[in-house]
């Protein structure tokens, strides 16, 4: 009963367009007016708990360092990088594109960062080449879908602490995923290529690529840092967040020199902004989370549940068709928040990895960001893209098709995601 | 929101806020980064960890975290879903839009009032490492909520007045 009050105060109050952190506090309220225990106190002890988190840090860390990373001059060496590995084939600038896809996915956890990061340099440059405009920002809109998949990652970091599973783990867990990621869109740009009859080729010369090369290492090493780093238990990602930033800032401002005193206020301020607007929502969630726990809400999802509880496919297939479709009218943070605590007791009760379920569940609800209507990243590509929302719709279907193709994958065979963790953990 | 109906020492006031917030967003952030490298290190080259760290690099990422808030809602950055309100006619557009900031303003005068009986009760409590009272963080949450109620009171009268003209054309 109590979660078809939370449900139905959500659901008619999602339309008003008011701030989604605000109506899950309203939802708190409604929920404590219904279950009778209504005070105020909690909302906001809850809304300060939910923020003073020492794993939580690791968000603004891992922001400041990719912000500090792609203005400090990074993205575009990372780009000519990739340009070098990817170049000496037809349609090399779009493979070249998916490859700086992944590497800026292990400097950045935020598919939004990596999309406007990548998408600035990377899109005039393949309309220059003469592919097509909506394609090229279509791919880089899909190669986005990476860069939460590939540790760092805010939304591992999210729903790691909100349902208390290791956050080091997800992250290396993500490793594969990602990298699999990556080449089901490389097979489609094959295809693309084919069809297009695309014959660019990008060459530089040795000198040319001697300099790339040795501008690029700091950048590259930043991924084997991190990884590295939590790996081997030298520090807690949160702590890699903080190294990150320091390595980010020495390397921006003594290495490439494109950071100045003043660029660093603007991006602390972009930083916390990014930031708070995560956490306002996680303060919410904290305090619907709290009356969740409460009103046994995750008993009565599970009682929901019933027959398909104990089957593990068959609850994986029914969970994943249902975060499509909330992915799709909802945002990445709230679906976390809201459904993760709710939707993880059943998972571990029917014997499903958690770690694995939780690279699932960020990857399923990421694809939210691709389908309209609230496809964050669509609006995004649009905008840096300059091209309509249809066309970007129609160009992204064949990316789209791929990365729904690897959902179908990883949802049927769990081992792609969880023999290469061991190796990693 | 807009400025147009402001008056400059409204303006001028406005802005001198911005400016404190993002100076003090801009240098806690970098102190937050500070203190916990310096943890890390420390623990890692010398094997002395440093506690206060820990929970003052805490207590500033509250802050942060309240104030951006307050600079995203001016900035109109929070996540929602208006894709709804964008598909309706002025008129009724208007009306949603009011019942909408009518709802913010009771849940951000509920959520005020809960944060003034939480300092009340935290705010001499000391913090366990630092010593520093526990209170700072139900004032960080005050200071978030007081802006955004400004910020959602003048909206909604702005949108009162606005809602007014039309009538008196017709």
Known sequence: ?425 | MGDQNSSPQEKRATKVYNKVLNYFMGIALYSMVAFVFINGVMRYVFNTGWPASEELSRFLFVWISMLGAIVAYREGKHVGVDLLINALRPKAKRIVMLIGEAVAITILGIVLYGGLKYYAVIYKTPAPATGIPMGILAIALIVCMVSMLGYTVSGFIKLLKQAEEPKEVL
Request: charged fraction near 10%.
């Open chain 1, 1 to 425: 009963m109590e979660l078809l009050v939370f449900l139905i105060a959500l659901f008619a109050l999602l339309p008003l367009g008011i701030p989604i952190a605000f109506i899950l506090m309203i939802c708190c309220a409604i929920l404590m007016l219904f279950m009778g225990n209504f005070n105020s106190y909690i909302i906001a002890q809850q809304l300060v708990a939910g923020t003073n988190s020492f794993a939580l840090m690791a968000i603004p860390f891992f922001m400041l360092a990719g912000e500090l990373m792609g203005r400090g001059g990074l993205s575009i060496r990372i780009v000519s990088f990739a340009n070098i590995l990817a170049g000496k084939v037809h349609g090399g600038l779009g493979y070249a594109a998916i490859i700086s896809s992944i590497i800026f996915a292990g400097l950045s956890g935020s598919p939004i960062a990596d999309a406007s990061a990548l998408g600035a340099i990377l899109i005039p440059m393949m309309v220059a080449q003469g592919y097509d405009r909506g394609t090229s920002t279509a791919l880089i809109c899909a190669g986005a879908m990476i860069a939460p998949i590939i540790p760092p990652s805010v939304p591992m970091i999210v729903l790691g602490s909100a349902v208390g599973v290791s956050i080091g783990r997800m992250f290396m867990a993500g490793i594969v995923p990602g990298l699999i990621i990556g080449l089901g869109l490389m097979i489609v740009w094959t295809i693309i290529v084919k069809k297009n009859k695309y014959q660019d080729l990008v060459t530089y010369t040795r000198e040319e690529k001697k300099v790339i090369i040795k501008e690029s290492i700091p950048a590259l090493f930043m991924p084997i840092l991190i990884i590295g780093g939590i790996r081997f238990g030298i520090f807690t990602p949160t702590e890699a967040g903080a190294f990150a930033c320091v390595y980010a800032l020495l390397i921006s401002v003594f290495i490439y020199k494109e950071i100045k005193l003043g660029d660093m206020l603007d991006i602390a301020v972009q930083t916390c902004k990014g930031t708070a607007i995560v956490m306002l929502i996680v303060g919410a969630a904290t305090a619907v989370g709290w009356l969740i726990t409460v009103a046994k809400i995750p008993d009565q999802f599970a009682a929901l549940l019933g027959p398909i509880a104990h089957n593990q496919l068959l609850l994986l297939i029914v969970i994943n068709v249902f975060f499509f479709f909330i992915g799709m009218v909802m945002d990445l943070t709230p679906n976390l928040l809201i459904f993760g605590p709710v939707i993880f007791p059943v998972i571990i009760a029917a014997g499903i990895d958690p770690v694995y379920f939780g690279v699932l569940m960020i990857y399923n609800l990421c694809l939210g960001l691709l389908t309209p209507p609230v496809g964050t990243l669509l609006y995004l590509g649009s905008s840096i893209g300059e091209v309509s929302f249809g066309t970007l719709i129609k160009s992204i279907l064949p990316f789209f098709a791929a990365e729904i193709a690897i959902l179908f994958l990883f949802t049927f065979f769990p081992d792609l995601i969880r023999v290469p963790m061991t190796w990693f953990i």
